[in-house]
């Protein structure tokens, strides 16, 4: 396998056409060595050296993902613009379609399995781990993809009154690290495949010494069943309607019980918010497999559950942060799964190089700015520096120094009111004011010690 190098400001080299392709500092955490080995692998490296090398054409998915407000020729600028001469190609927009569409998803597909994982997660590393076990939830999310007659054969639209509006949508389902936000596995599918059932997808990446967090979505038999079945925990938020059986009490006021087969431990819990404009109450009911009341008390468990939220916030930093809201720009089936593993893949390396950036320093890893690294990370493209694979790796560089030098501030408890901030129309925004404001709250948790509701 052949390898080359990339010319910069500071490389004495001629440039070739492999120039363009690179990821800036994020480079040293995909080699080029990687993308070549997944190229091979998945036999879609070209056969004979063109202006679009295939290399080059992976590197470029990836960094679209970093620049979503501009078109693939823009990026290609972006890619470009730190090099000592201009590019070999000018590529045509058309000619960068035809290079992605020769590409396919299969090495994407490649370098995910790769790069996934709990990335990160050191043993006893502090906001990671509870007790002995590695913290993680699962969840789903819709993305939004181009509404055209070779997507829509994959991926329907939202089912209304007049038949499917808006634009085709993708289910995304992922099983993240709660301490790092890295992403351990995802899933994807149309939204006529519900969540639970495309939890299976995840199973096989847990294991024992893991817990995993879930909503009362993920309340179904089949889906309990097959996470203990993988020798992971969970503790997953119950529905109430549900009636369980009263196996054992115990000293902490949670009981044993049994869904099916499955013995589970439950825990029933009022949940008081206060702030300064009043007080909410709210019963929770918890589901999980942690047996032992003396290691893992109800009340540590019900204020561990709200970890679970992390999970939310990958989505925000995917779908706000990196997409800003955008439709994604592939108009078939396979560039939506090219386009979705390109995404993943991107904020992978992003979450390691903040896991990076925090290993050692006493700062949890979630307080790493994910916008400082997002933005640095585009920065260090167009400048195309420090993209050279060394045998000595800088675990922290550019990127992971602006993250070190403004960590995020130590978490408060707030309440905001989960509203639309901005209604689809304007006739719908008008009436009453509502009230948007974020205020501190005290929690107080009551473990119910009755009977079961």
Not at 20 to 37: A, Q
Not at 395 to 401: A, C
Request: aromatic share 6%.
């Amino acid at each position: 396998m052949l390898s080359h190098r990339l010319t910069t400001d500071t490389d004495d080299q001629t440039d070739d056409r492999y120039a363009p392709g690179h990821l800036g500092e994020l480079t040293e955490h995909l080699s080029f060595d990687m993308v070549d080995t997944a190229l091979d692998e998945t036999r879609t490296a070209q056969q004979r050296v063109r202006d679009l090398p295939s290399r080059v054409v992976v590197y470029l998915l990836l960094a679209a993902c970093l620049f979503p407000d501009v078109g693939y020729t823009g990026v290609w600028r972006k890619l470009t613009a730190g090099l000592r001469r201009s590019a070999p190609a000018r590529p045509s927009a058309s000619g960068l379609a035809q290079a992605r569409r020769r590409v396919g998803p299969a090495p994407f597909r490649w370098l995910f399995d790769l790069l996934r994982g709990p990335e990160g997660a050191t043993p006893g590393r502090t906001g990671v781990w509870f007790k002995d076990l590695l913290v993680t939830a699962i969840d789903g999310t819709i993305l939004t993809v181009a509404d055209t007659s070779r997507v829509r054969t994959d991926y329907v639209k939202q089912a209304g009154n007049h038949g499917g509006t808006g634009y085709p949508q993708v289910r995304l389902l992922a099983l993240v690290t709660c301490g790092t936000r890295a992403l351990i596995d995802a899933v994807f599918g149309p939204t006529t495949t519900g969540e639970t059932s495309t939890v299976p997808g995840l199973m096989n990446s847990m294991r024992t010494g893991m817990l995993v967090l879930a909503d009362r979505n993920f309340d179904a038999r089949d889906v309990l069943t097959g996470i203990a079945t993988t020798g992971a925990d969970f503790l997953v938020r119950g529905k109430t309607g549900r009636h369980l059986p009263v196996l054992a009490r115990h000293r902490d006021g949670s009981y044993t019980s049994r869904i099916d087969r499955l013995p589970v431990r439950v825990i029933d819990a009022e949940i008081t918010i206060t702030t300064d404009h009043g007080r909410e109450q709210a019963n929770y009911r918890l589901l999980t497999t942690l047996h032992d009341p003396d290691r893992y008390p109800a009340h540590q468990l019900v204020s561990l559950y709200h970890e679970r939220w992390e999970i939310e916030t990958t989505y925000l930093e995917l779908k706000s942060s990196m997409l800003a809201g955008r439709v994604l720009r592939a108009r078939t089936t396979s560039g939506v799964a090219q386009e979705i593993y390109a995404l993943l893949i991107t904020y992978q390396l992003l979450r390691t190089v903040i896991s990076d950036a925090t290993y050692d320093t006493g700062i949890d890893p979630d307080r790493g700015s994910f916008t400082i690294a997002w933005q640095a990370a585009r920065d260090q493209v167009i400048l195309a520096q420090s993209v050279m694979s060394e045998t000595v790796i800088d675990l922290v560089g550019q990127i992971g120094t602006q993250v070190q030098a403004d960590p995020l501030p130590q978490r408060r408890l707030r309440v905001c009111p989960r509203i639309v901030k901005r209604a689809i129309s304007k006739y719908q925004a008008r009436g009453p004011a509502i009230d948007r404001t974020c205020r501190k709250a005290r929690l107080d948790i009551c473990i119910l010690t009755g009977e079961p509701p």
